[in-house]
């Protein structure tokens, strides 16, 4: 389902196995476990990479287990459940005491790619992986702390048009372009992978206090925050 491996003073999360790496409950409950053993286990220097195996990064909640429940309402409610114990998972993310990076070893869609977004940093391959916000096409609302997401982290209208309003599967060059992701020049995992490592040891080089750091970046992302219950107040020393 999911790992966490220490690294030095890297932490890498992968989403293990061939599959779509669907946000079921069980997942969630597990990616939300390892963050939190991260954070436990998090010193000054720490960095995650988050990256997955096979041709998804994540396509995003558990469809097909919300749409088992045998009704209408029974589905509703199941969303509802991935929905709300998902937003955790964000909120960690956003609170982790280090730096964060996402190697997006293929497709990110709809909570896939709001996992990703939740990274300080975002790599994607330039010869396989698409962004795309399945919502539109679904005829599923945006959860309002999605929203929040993709304001704080998408910076032009132009851009939050073609990720929310169009169902277009941006590709890794123009994903750039658009200033969602910071990079799409690598063809393979590996070289996605051996990126972000690279960066994530630069970043371990600086041994910033990571309380601070998470801090500057809740900072950055006050209706985020709010959305998400959390503060920027801190009581750091140097």
């Given at each position: 389902?999911c790992?966490?491996?220490k690294?030095?003073?890297l932490f890498?999360?992968t989403?293990?196995g061939?599959?779509?790496?669907?946000f079921?409950?069980?997942?969630i409950?597990?990616?939300?476990?390892?963050?939190?053993q991260?954070?436990s286990?998090?010193?000054?220097?720490?960095?995650?990479?988050t990256?997955?195996h096979?041709?998804?990064f994540?396509?995003g909640f558990?469809l097909a287990?919300?749409?088992?429940?045998?009704?209408?309402?029974g589905?509703?409610?199941?969303?509802h459940?991935m929905?709300e114990s998902f937003k955790?998972v964000?909120?960690?993310?956003?609170?982790l005491?280090?730096?964060t990076?996402a190697?997006?070893?293929?497709?990110?869609?709809?909570?896939?790619l709001?996992?990703?977004?939740?990274?300080?940093?975002?790599?994607?391959r330039?010869d396989r992986?698409?962004?795309y916000?399945?919502?539109?096409?679904?005829?599923?609302?945006?959860?309002d702390?999605f929203a929040?997401?993709f304001?704080?982290?998408?910076?032009?209208s132009?851009?939050k048009?073609?990720?929310?309003?169009?169902?277009?599967?941006?590709k890794?060059?123009?994903a750039?372009?658009l200033?969602?992701?910071?990079?799409?020049a690598h063809?393979s995992?590996e070289?996605?992978?051996e990126?972000t490592?690279?960066?994530?040891?630069?970043l371990?080089?600086?041994?910033w206090n990571g309380e601070?750091y998470?801090?500057?970046r809740?900072s950055?992302?006050?209706?985020?925050?709010?959305?998400?219950?959390?503060?920027?107040?801190?009581?750091?020393s140097?």
């Amino acid at each position: 389902m999911c790992t966490l491996e220490k690294r030095g003073d890297l932490f890498l999360l992968t989403l293990t196995g061939d599959d779509e790496h669907r946000f079921h409950p069980d997942t969630i409950s597990s990616v939300l476990s390892l963050l939190e053993q991260a954070k436990s286990q998090s010193t000054r220097g720490s960095v995650l990479i988050t990256t997955a195996h096979g041709k998804f990064f994540s396509n995003g909640f558990d469809l097909a287990w919300a749409q088992a429940a045998g009704s209408q309402t029974g589905a509703v409610n199941r969303m509802h459940q991935m929905v709300e114990s998902f937003k955790p998972v964000i909120a960690a993310l956003i609170d982790l005491p280090m730096p964060t990076i996402a190697a997006l070893n293929g497709h990110a869609a709809a909570s896939g790619l709001m996992f990703a977004l939740s990274h300080d940093y975002v790599f994607m391959r330039n010869d396989r992986g698409v962004l795309y916000m399945s919502e539109v096409d679904l005829g599923l609302p945006l959860p309002d702390y999605f929203a929040a997401m993709f304001a704080a982290k998408i910076g032009t209208s132009i851009a939050k048009r073609e990720l929310l309003l169009s169902g277009k599967k941006i590709k890794g060059e123009e994903a750039v372009a658009l200033g969602i992701v910071d990079s799409a020049a690598h063809d393979s995992v590996e070289g996605v992978v051996e990126a972000t490592v690279s960066l994530g040891e630069s970043l371990a080089a600086k041994k910033w206090n990571g309380e601070v750091y998470a801090s500057i970046r809740k900072s950055l992302y006050p209706g985020l925050c709010t959305m998400l219950s959390l503060t920027a107040k801190i009581a750091a020393s140097p």
